[in-house]
């Protein structure tokens, strides 16, 4: 088998369902040999994953998918940092976002509550711990039976437009790009056929904001939209980057490690180094 890569992966430290260590030895047996794992708001499943890797002959990326604002909507930005070191002020700045997220949660089951729902935010943190979500709250709402399913639950009480829905304190697209790059990350835009609005006239608003790539290769692009992402980054001057967006068999069922559903997904394997360069042309200012 060929040498893959795979540069957007979850754990069960934010919304994935493999443990860390579990999932590097996944990303092995599928043929991976470099794997970034980019939980959301959290290093903590990098963390743990990383004494795993060497013995499962796999290079790990450092990554993260930060939850931003644009334009009002929530856009995810993923941050790679190839040459991982302390980290010291970005760890501290990702725990001011759990704090954040914490206090939604308690605001959450306090409306779910008014509701009529009895669920409280241990049964919740049991199960999402540190990265404890709306979807945490979805499958619980599931299980004692007072949603028919997970779209449900969203539809109805958890979206942005429905009843349950309490605001989070979440940081603009800037600030994430800003924070990312000062800690000599890059910062490269998550799965952009999610964006609200037209990206392609957002690209100069996003470079300003000092946006270094784009996910052109996600398992949910066809063909055509990796091709237009990857002519937009070079119009632009910015990196590629590309993953599976792996949550596991039970969370994003289909999906594999390295190859997307049923191989749609190749992420060239130049798009490593251009990574690692790119660091280097960051840090210099030049980028
Ligand atoms: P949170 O970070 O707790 O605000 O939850 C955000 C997560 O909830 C997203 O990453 C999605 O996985 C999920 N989510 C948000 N809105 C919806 C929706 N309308 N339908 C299904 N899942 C959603
Ligand atoms: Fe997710
Ligand atoms: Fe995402
Ligand atoms: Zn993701």
New binding site residues.
Partial sequence: MSALIDLHS?TNE???SLAPAELVQQAARDGVTVLAITD?DTLSGYDLALAAAPAAGLELVCGI?LSTKLRGSSTHLLGYFPAAGELTEFRQWVRGQQRARKDRNIRLVARLRELGFSITLDEAEARGRGMTGR?HFAAIMLEKGYVRDYRQAFDEYLDESAKGYVYRQEPTFAEGVEVIRKAGGIASLAHPTRVRGDVVDMMPELCAAGLNAIEAYHSDHTVDETAQFVVLARRYGLLVTGGS?Y?GES?KPGVRLGTGYEGNLRVPLDVIGNLRNGVAVASDGRH
Wanted: net charge negative; glycine share 10%.
């Fill in positions: 979850h934010s919304d994935g959301h998918e979807p967006d949550h969370v």
